[in-house]
C-alpha cells in the first residue's frame, strides 16, 4: 500500500537557518504529493504541492521538488523564521486509492 | 478563517458518556472526512462521505458513528468511547471526493476519562 516516510523530529532551529526536512513515499501509480503545516492549535493548512515529476512546489519561502527517481518530496526553506514553529505533513494522493495518505508529522521549533 | 468550523475545541468525557462533534463547512465543498490525529503516527482516515452519502469507512469501531445530513454539516456521535480513542479530530472538506486540496478545522482535543 501507500506509505509515506518523514523523518523524525523535533527539528530545533536558530532563526534564519536553513531548514530540510526530509520526504521519502511508496505509491502504486504516479501520485500527487503535498506539505502541509499544522500551527499549534489549528488544523492542518496546505503548504505546497507538486503533481507530477520535476515539479517544484513553492510557498511562504518554502519548497519541494518532486523527485520520483529517489521518491522523495524533501521541504526546504533559506531562512526560517520564529512563526515557521509548526508540525509540518507530508502527504501523498493516488487516483486508485481515492484518499490522502499522510507521514507521521515532524515537529519544527526555531528560536531566536 | 479555514472555511471549517469544529466545534467543540474540546471535550472531557467519561467512557460511559455520549457526546457528538459538530463540524460544518462553508465552502460549497460537496465531500466530507472525519480523520483521527494522534501523537506520532500518521493521520487515520475514519470517514468520507461524498454528496451526503458515507463512501468510506475505515475499520472505525462501532462507538463512531458519523452523521452527515446536508453538504454543509458533518457530525461524528460518540459512544461508549475508551481511553486510547483520545486524540484530536478533525473534519475536512473538499470539492468532491478525492479532490485537493482538503480544507481542514482547527479540530476538536478529545480526552477519555
Known amino acids: 500500500g501507500d506509505s509515506v516516510t518523514q523523518m523524525e523530529g523535533p527539528v530545533t532551529l536558530s532563526e534564519e537557518a536553513f531548514l530540510t526536512i526530509n520526504c521519502t513515499y511508496t505509491a502504486t501509480g504516479y501520485p500527487s504529493l503535498f506539505w502541509y503545516v499544522q500551527y499549534p492549535g489549528e488544523g492542518l493548512q496546505l503548504l505546497l504541492k507538486a503533481t507530477k515529476a520535476d515539479d517544484k512546489g513553492s510557498n511562504k519561502g518554502f519548497e519541494a521538488t518532486y523527485r520520483k527517481e529517489t521518491t522523495s518530496f524533501h521541504l526546504e526553506k533559506g531562512s526560517v523564521q520564529v512563526s515557521d514553529s509548526a508540525v509540518y505533513f507530508c502527504a501523498l494522493f493516488t487516483g486508485g486509492g481515492n484518499k490522502l495518505t499522510f507521514g507521521t508529522g515532524t515537529q519544527l521549533k526555531v528560536e531566536l | 478563517e479555514t472555511g471549517v468550523t469544529q466545534t467543540p475545541r474540546h471535550l472531557v468525557m467519561g467512557m460511559t458518556n455520549k457526546k457528538s462533534l459538530k463540524c460544518e463547512q462553508h465552502l460549497g465543498h460537496n465531500a466530507m472526512y472525519w480523520y483521527k490525529q494522534s501523537a506520532k503516527k500518521p493521520l487515520e482516515l475514519m470517514f468520507v462521505?461524498?454528496?451526503?452519502?458515507?463512501?468510506e469507512n475505515n475499520s472505525v469501531p462501532s462507538r463512531f458513528s458519523p452523521e452527515c445530513p446536508n453538504s454543509s454539516h458533518l457530525f461524528l456521535h460518540l459512544h461508549t468511547l475508551q481511553p486510547e480513542d483520545s486524540a484530536l479530530y478533525l473534519c475536512a472538506s473538499s470539492q468532491d471526493r478525492g479532490g485537493q486540496p482538503q480544507h481542514f478545522g482547527d479540530g476538536t482535543r478529545l480526552s477519555i476519562l
Open positions: 462521505y461524498s454528496l451526503e452519502e458515507r463512501v
